[in-house]
């Protein structure tokens, strides 16, 4: 804890503002339910420090030039983890963060449960082009009635819902209500995360012709993934994800009152865990050892596909201008074949496969979104990948 606060001041209504979040981001479990994926496993390898950053100078958007620890100071990062060929070579924590605990992740999850889509298609359980009411048939009479699980992948459902983090009161309160991480109102009713998901409308636009970006289609793609593998999605993701690729560290998944898991952004684990997912996705879907634990055809499709068109007439455009989006990962566009995967208050998976170099990042951003900071982030962690290209 720190000197400004104490652990009591924290509450559901206020867990994930500052300064509290600094906490409480990797604490999740004391505020929100949360389903065990798995408990630690093994003593991680020391830690090389920030040695390797130390003398790291980055070109700053206004084209001065900033430190990497500087950096990590002034956007709020809990830790930083750089891998090269999977070997840890630099590591940055904050005061008062524990690289052992477990830490929220939020939207990054969306791209744990695009993985799991991918391992159950390959087991033949899951058809990425089949109706989603194949699966939910819950969502029959909703804007995802008529809607494909491909689509839930690419964000491309037509779908009349606004992402907005800061609502009281409205659609996204009573989502996150749904999920349990918002306090029930005096004159809400409780309502599961599937009963929610159940009510959302069309825009008019149809499916498939734009990206936009929309949390619930991802929570009802891990609904998806549990009902064609007959699996609860922490199992499933512990079963054929975190054990297979060697993760070390504990791991959660926050669940609504049923025990639906929170599969768009409830996902908590360690920032070294998160950097051996991106060094799993930048072998193709194998561990170091060879042992395929994803598709190869699932990731070459990440790599190759989604919809152009789509992306750029979508909401997200500006993110990255030349990028794309597919099966749950960001294309980043910059001709190197990066891959990331990004969530709200700064959390970042950036794998950079001309550089061999995945970096992962933590943080506890007070802002939930903001472009700046974003656009920031990208031009930050593209130098720090290619800074080590040579070695």
Partial sequence: MTDSFKRSDITLANWRTSPFSRYSFQH??????????????????????????????????????????????????????????????????????????????????????????????????????????????????????????????????????????????????????????NPERGDSQPETMEAFLATLGPRGHGHGTQFYYASPNTDLLGLVVERATGVRYHLYLANRLWRAMRARGAASVTVDRVGTARAAGGVCITTRDLARLGQLVMNDGRTADGTRVIPRDWIDDMRTNGDRQAWVDGNFADMFEDGRYRSCWYDVGDGRGTLAAVGIHGQWLWADPQSRVVIAKTSSRPDASDDDATALEVAMLSQIAKAYETL
């Fill in 28 to 181: 999740v479990a004391e505020f929100v339910p949360t389903a065990e994926i798995a408990p630690a496993t093994g003593n991680e390898t020391p830690s090389p420090g920030p040695a390797a950053l130390q003398e790291l100078s980055l070109k700053d958007i206004d084209g001065s030039a900033i430190g990497v620890l500087a950096h990590m100071e002034r956007s709020h990062t809990d830790h930083l983890v750089v891998m090269r060929d999977g070997a840890v070579i630099a590591e940055w924590l904050a005061e008062n963060a524990d690289p052992a605990r477990p830490h929220v992740i939020f939207s990054i999850s969306k791209s744990v449960t695009g993985l799991l889509a991918g391992i159950a298609a390959g087991e033949g359980l899951l058809d990425p082009d089949a109706a989603v009411t194949r699966y939910v048939p819950s969502m029959q009479g909703s804007a995802y009635g008529d809607a494909r699980v491909r689509d839930l992948l690419d964000m491309t459902v037509d779908l009349d819902f606004d992402e907005e983090y800061l609502d009281d009161g409205g659609a996204f309160d009573r989502y996150r209500r749904a999920m349990l991480w």
